[in-house]
């Protein structure tokens, strides 16, 4: 079987978006060893598109372990390299440094056999493009996960997710606060996640929201725990991020604050009215409580809710 080393060093909702290309090459019965950071395995195994997972972080070279260990069950060197992270020419060095007999990828200066990068095309489609291109068919649709086999813990939850990769994606974290007054008003179970580094975040907002801090389960989950919760959960409320993404692989109803990106670059399908992309500009901080509220009120069609002052 073919190997082909896949290059996604990136986040969470990164990896995501690049699942229907990723499986349109496992489908082709290519062995799919996936470059990301380690911390993503387990979302990647839930894939069910990737056999091996390389270690490595954005624009760091990639170790090949088919020269590093004698024993290693790949081969001496990459047999095809497939950049899914970038339109190069920096991506496409770390994989032509490990010399590959063949690399898919997008056209750059000295890269011809490739096609041409469109900077406002959706991510989603933008890696099915890639590998349609030379010969394979993907669904861009093809983005759900199966739930994995650990217990949710908070079944039937708001999940709120105030952190974001950037502070420019951020929503102000008052604003958050008052989403999760309102949604414990309704009598909604309410959790905050994030990650360790985000928990000082997530204890602000629960503590703004007058909730008690075991619902803050930042820093507290790995990210199979995540995915059990947000599988599990009645609404995920966000900005820009890779838990939004995972909102739509489960099918759960969403509401996503965007900025500076748009939702035509990285938002849910727009054809599934239960994911609401609100995004007003550049600056995410321009979308009000009470639109995210008025969207919230869609997904789960009930009464407006007010904010509490």
Not at 46 to 69: F, H, N, Q
Not at 107 to 126: I, K, L, M, Y
Not at 193 to 210: D, F, Q
Not at 265 to 289: K, N
Request: glycine share 8%; proline share 11%; aromatic share 6%.
């Amino acid at each position: 079987m073919t190997t082909a080393l896949v290059l996604r060093a990136l986040g969470l909702g990164d990896l995501l978006t690049a699942v229907p290309a990723l499986r349109a090459l496992r489908r082709s019965g290519l062995r799919v060893a996936l470059a990301c950071p380690p911390e993503l395995s387990e979302a990647a195994a839930l894939t069910g598109a990737v056999d091996r997972i390389i270690p490595t972080y954005d624009r760091e070279p990639i170790v090949w372990p088919g020269v590093a260990e004698r024993d290693s069950d790949l081969p001496f060197m990459p047999e095809l390299a497939v950049n899914l992270h970038g339109p190069g020419p920096r991506s496409h060095q770390i994989l032509r440094d490990l010399r590959p007999r063949r690399m898919w990828a997008y056209q750059t200066e000295d890269f011809r056999n490739g096609p041409g990068w469109d900077p406002a095309e959706h991510e989603v489609q933008r890696w099915c493009r890639l590998v349609d291109w030379y010969g394979l068919r993907s669904d861009p649709r093809d983005l759900s996960l199966p739930t994995p086999l650990v217990p949710s813990g908070f079944p039937g939850a708001v999940v709120i997710h105030p952190g974001a990769g950037s502070t420019a994606r951020r929503w102000p974290a008052e604003r958050f606060a008052d989403v999760a007054k309102a949604m414990a008003r309704l009598g909604l179970p309410v959790v905050i996640t994030g990650t360790r580094r985000e928990r000082p975040l997530a204890l602000l907002v629960g503590t703004r929201a007058v909730l008690p801090p075991q619902v803050v389960l930042a820093g507290r989950t790995t990210l199979r725990e995540l995915c059990a919760l947000v599988a599990g959960a009645r609404l995920v409320i966000s900005a820009d991020t890779g838990v939004a993404h995972l909102a739509t692989a489960y099918g759960i109803a969403s509401v996503t604050v965007f900025g500076p990106e748009p939702p035509s670059r990285w938002g849910p399908p727009e054809d599934q009215p239960r994911h609401q992309a609100l995004h007003r500009g550049p600056d995410p901080a321009d979308v009000t409580t009470a639109e995210v509220l008025a969207a919230i009120d869609r997904v789960l069609k009930r009464p407006e809710v007010k904010v509490m002052e």
